[in-house]
C-alpha cells in the first residue's frame, strides 16, 4: 500500500508539471511540459541548456500522507541526459533514463528497460517563469517571494489549474521544490541535497548491461 500510495504522489507531481504552461503539444507529448519549448532535433539538443549549470545530483524528498519517498535526480550536458531514481527505501523501484536521445522506463528488479519514445531535453520538469503562456501569467499565474531550498536561493511561483494548486520554486532553473495541493491531497517534493557540476560516469546515462530493451509499455 505505502509503494502505490507514493507511486500516485509521483503521478500527482508530474501531471502538475504537465498541464501549466498550456503549451500544445508535439510528437513526443508523452513526456513532460518541460520538452515542449524545444525543438525535439537532435540538432538543436547540442546548443541549447537546459540547466545553468553542467552537470548535477539533487536529492529530493517526496512527501504525502506522513509518507517519505526519496527520488534522486542525475544530470549531464546542461540536463540533456538525465537519470531519475525512484527509491523503496533504499531500493531503487524504478529509474527513468533520457540518454540524450532515447527514454527508458527501468525496473531494476525485473531487469528490463521499456523504450518511451524520444527525449531530446531530459525527463525532469525545467523551472522557468518565462515558458508559461503569457494568458497564464495573467490569469492562474503569480509570482510569490523566494524560497530557500537546500541552500539555494530561489525563484517562485504559484499555479492553479481547476481544483489544483502548486508551488514551484527553482535556482539556475534546476525546478527543486513543489507542492501540489488537491482537494484530497498535499504532496511535497523538496530537494534536501543538491551537488553541483558533479563527476557523473557515462554509464549512468546507459541502460544498464544485461537488461532487456522491450519497446512496448507497461
Same mark, same amino acid.
Given at each position: 500500500?505505502?509503494?502505490?500510495?507514493?507511486?500516485?504522489?509521483?503521478?500527482?507531481?508530474?501531471?502538475?508539471?504537465?498541464?501549466? =504552461?498550456?503549451?500544445?503539444?508535439?510528437?513526443?507529448?508523452?513526456?513532460?511540459?518541460?520538452?515542449?519549448?524545444?525543438?525535439?532535433?537532435? !540538432?538543436?539538443?547540442?546548443?541549447?541548456?537546459?540547466?545553468?549549470?553542467?552537470?548535477?545530483?539533487? =536529492?529530493?524528498?517526496?512527501?504525502?500522507?506522513?509518507?517519505?519517498?526519496?527520488?534522486?535526480?542525475?544530470? &549531464?550536458?546542461?540536463?540533456?541526459?538525465?537519470?531519475?531514481?525512484?527509491?523503496?527505501?533504499?531500493?531503487?523501484?524504478?529509474?527513468?533514463?533520457? &540518454?540524450?536521445?532515447?527514454?527508458?522506463?527501468? #525496473?531494476?528488479?525485473?531487469? +528490463?528497460?521499456?523504450?518511451?519514445?524520444?527525449?531530446? $531535453?531530459?525527463? +525532469? *520538469?525545467?523551472?522557468?517563469?518565462?515558458? #508559461?503562456? !503569457?494568458?497564464?501569467?495573467?490569469? $492562474?499565474? %503569480?509570482?510569490?517571494?523566494?524560497?530557500?531550498?537546500?541552500?539555494?536561493?530561489?525563484?517562485?511561483?504559484? *499555479?492553479?489549474? &481547476?481544483? @489544483?494548486?502548486?508551488?514551484?520554486?527553482?535556482?539556475? *532553473?534546476?525546478?527543486?521544490?513543489? %507542492?501540489? %495541493? @488537491?482537494?484530497?491531497? !498535499?504532496?511535497?517534493?523538496?530537494?534536501?541535497?543538491?551537488?553541483?557540476?558533479?563527476?557523473?560516469?557515462? =554509464?549512468?546515462?546507459?541502460?544498464?548491461?544485461?537488461?532487456? #530493451?522491450?519497446?512496448?509499455?507497461?
Amino acid at each position: 500500500m505505502r509503494t502505490i500510495i507514493l507511486t500516485l504522489s509521483i503521478s500527482i507531481i508530474s501531471l502538475s508539471c504537465g498541464n501549466k =504552461t498550456n503549451v500544445s503539444s508535439d510528437e513526443e507529448s508523452k513526456q513532460s511540459v518541460s520538452t515542449n519549448e524545444i525543438s525535439s532535433s537532435p !540538432e538543436s539538443s547540442s546548443t541549447i541548456k537546459k540547466y545553468g549549470i553542467k552537470s548535477g545530483i539533487v =536529492t529530493y524528498e517526496i512527501d504525502m500522507m506522513d509518507m517519505t519517498e526519496k527520488m534522486i535526480l542525475y544530470f &549531464d550536458d546542461y540536463g540533456m541526459k538525465e537519470v531519475e531514481e525512484e527509491y523503496d527505501g533504499e531500493h531503487i523501484k524504478k529509474l527513468t533514463l533520457c &540518454d540524450g536521445k532515447d527514454m527508458y522506463n527501468i #525496473i531494476p528488479e525485473d531487469k +528490463a528497460a521499456y523504450a518511451s519514445g524520444s527525449c531530446y $531535453r531530459g525527463i +525532469a *520538469y525545467r523551472f522557468d517563469w518565462n515558458e #508559461i503562456s !503569457e494568458e497564464d501569467q495573467n490569469t $492562474r499565474a %503569480k509570482k510569490i517571494p523566494n524560497m530557500t531550498v537546500a541552500g539555494k536561493d530561489c525563484e517562485a511561483f504559484s *499555479y492553479d489549474m &481547476d481544483a @489544483t494548486s502548486t508551488i514551484y520554486a527553482g535556482w539556475n *532553473y534546476i525546478c527543486l521544490y513543489q %507542492k501540489t %495541493k @488537491t482537494q484530497s491531497m !498535499e504532496v511535497v517534493k523538496k530537494a534536501i541535497d543538491i551537488k553541483e557540476n558533479a563527476e557523473i560516469p557515462a =554509464t549512468k546515462f546507459q541502460v544498464p548491461a544485461g537488461f532487456e #530493451i522491450k519497446k512496448s509499455g507497461f
